[in-house]
């Protein structure tokens, strides 16, 4: 198949890598799952922790079969498919055969484009660096937002009022300040109870 045609109908994506680990951030952490990282994201986070993934061009472009036949071969059957941006595509092929196929199915998603694909769980981390698409307000699990700076309490509290009552709501402190605003973020989450801590517990664990 055409690849440009292949990967606008969602058949085909680029994919940067895909590894079993266990699941290091938000609700789900501590469980194990299959990651599918598609290339390409144009937010531009200056603190992204896998600037790698931006340029799309970079990566193999895959037919979603072959990507499925990978989750296949672990045990697990939960996949989190992140990138780079993942709504950057049309997700509705990969989450259709996903499920098919038993997996259940969890994003990891800025919401900065359209929304597609069939999840069980979606984890939306809103960007100051392109603003959310509409879409995601309605689809999100989980609201976990990076605090970078003193403004991000602030920030967070915007996307909290935009989401379903039922999203969980999590601050996670970026990776190079959690020493700087940690006294900051068990204070926030103390004092308002509504929120919790995600920490990216795969960086301690020192695994993928
Ligand atoms: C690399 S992103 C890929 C998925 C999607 N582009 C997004 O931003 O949600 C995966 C998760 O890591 C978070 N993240 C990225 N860099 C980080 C850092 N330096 N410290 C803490 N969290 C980070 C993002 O906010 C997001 O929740
Ligand atoms: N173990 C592990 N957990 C994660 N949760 C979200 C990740 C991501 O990069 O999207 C991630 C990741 O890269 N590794
Ligand atoms: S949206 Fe996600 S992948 Fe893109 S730059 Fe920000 S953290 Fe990195
Ligand atoms: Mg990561």
Same mark, same amino acid.
Request: glycine share 8%; proline share 7%.
């Given at each position: 198949m055409?690849?440009?045609?292949?990967v606008?109908e969602?058949?085909?994506?680029?994919l940067m890598?895909?590894?079993?680990t266990?699941?290091? #951030?938000?609700?789900?952490? &501590?469980?194990?799952? @299959?990651?599918? =990282?598609?290339?390409?994201c144009d937010? !531009?986070?200056?603190?992204c922790?896998?600037?790698?993934?931006?340029?799309?061009?970079k990566?193999?472009v895959i037919?979603? #079969?072959?990507?499925?036949? &990978?989750?296949?071969? @672990?045990?697990? =059957?939960?996949?989190?498919?992140?990138? !780079?941006?993942?709504?950057?595509y049309?997700l509705?092929?990969?989450?259709?055969?996903?499920?098919?196929?038993?997996?259940?199915?969890?994003?990891?998603?800025?919401?900065a484009?359209?929304f597609s694909?069939d999840?069980?769980w979606?984890?939306?981390?809103?960007?100051?660096?392109k603003?959310?698409?509409?879409?995601?307000?309605?689809?999100a699990?989980?609201?976990?937002?990076?605090?970078?700076?003193?403004?991000d309490?602030?920030?967070?509290?915007?996307?909290?009022s935009?989401v379903?009552?039922?999203?969980?709501k999590s601050?996670?402190?970026?990776?190079?300040?959690a020493?700087?605003?940690?006294d900051s973020?068990?204070?926030?989450v103390?004092?308002?109870?509504?929120?919790?801590?995600?920490l990216?517990?795969?960086?301690?664990?020192?695994?993928?």
């Amino acid at each position: 198949m055409d690849k440009t045609k292949g990967v606008k109908e969602g058949l085909m994506l680029p994919l940067m890598e895909a590894f079993y680990t266990i699941q290091g #951030e938000g609700v789900y952490s &501590g469980v194990p799952a @299959y990651f599918i =990282r598609l290339g390409g994201c144009d937010v !531009g986070c200056v603190w992204c922790d896998v600037k790698e993934s931006w340029e799309a061009g970079k990566w193999p472009v895959i037919p979603i #079969e072959e990507i499925v036949e &990978g989750a296949l071969e @672990y045990p697990g =059957r939960m996949v989190v498919i992140t990138g !780079g941006e993942p709504l950057m595509y049309n997700l509705n092929p990969l989450t259709a055969l996903l499920k098919e196929n038993g997996f259940a199915i969890h994003i990891e998603t800025s919401g900065a484009h359209p929304f597609s694909g069939d999840f069980d769980w979606v984890c939306f981390s809103p960007k100051k660096f392109k603003a959310p698409h509409p879409s995601i307000y309605k689809k999100a699990d989980e609201l976990k937002v990076v605090i970078f700076h003193k403004s991000d309490f602030e920030f967070a509290e915007k996307h909290a009022s935009l989401v379903q009552e039922t999203c969980v709501k999590s601050i996670q402190p970026e990776w190079s300040k959690a020493k700087l605003y940690m006294d900051s973020i068990v204070e926030y989450v103390k004092s308002n109870p509504d929120w919790k801590i995600s920490l990216q517990t795969h960086k301690f664990m020192d695994i993928p």
